[in-house]
């Protein structure tokens, strides 16, 4: 079973509220991803990261911020949430293995915006 | 045009019959494809990945690929109840992993 962990696993909060979504793994995976899931609806990537001090942009980047400092860890910042960012965050890390890539993902976290 | 699509369904079928998923690409360049299997309310766990042209048998899963028509399909022989679930598509474009939004999977005892 995948090491990756995502605190916390629900959360609400009202509009305008600085949040970090924490995001950890301990198999010593260098690349790192943040998707967004809404309910039956397709992944779409917000961020992603080689690893420790790369960090690059998905689809949905624009509202969020993200940092790599050490290997295991990669939190997800919303500066200012609002009611459009409510939805499911799946984290997720793989080996760095060219075209044979295995993503394994944490439990998510579900965030609502009131 | 979505970079990766699937039908979105439901797809159902009846216990020990096959199952096709099907998914069609954009980029011509992407060269690994995956299947990921989601149930209700967990995260997706991979199932089959396929590189070459051709099919990929797995067990009761065969991953289909073929390139030149930018399509992968997914077969699941003798499908059981417990195979319900949601069934992503992802194509790696470019060192990032893209997913279509799921074909959900209905399997009627």
Redesign the interface.
Known sequence: EADIYQTPRYLVIGTGKKITLECSQTMGHDKMYWYQQDPGMELHLIHYSYGVNSTEKGDLSSESTVSRIRTEHFPLTLESARPSHTSQYLCASSEVAGVNEKLFFGSGTQLSVL | QKE?EQN?GPLSVPEGAIASLNCTYSDRGS??FFW?RQYSG?????IM?I?SNGDKEDGRFTAQLNKASQYVSLLIRDSQPSDSA?Y?CAV?QG????????T?LSVKP
């Open positions: 990766v979105s060269q690994s990921y967990k995260s997706p766990e991979l990945s590189y949601t992503l790696n060192g990032k992993l893209i997913f279509g939004q799921g959900e």
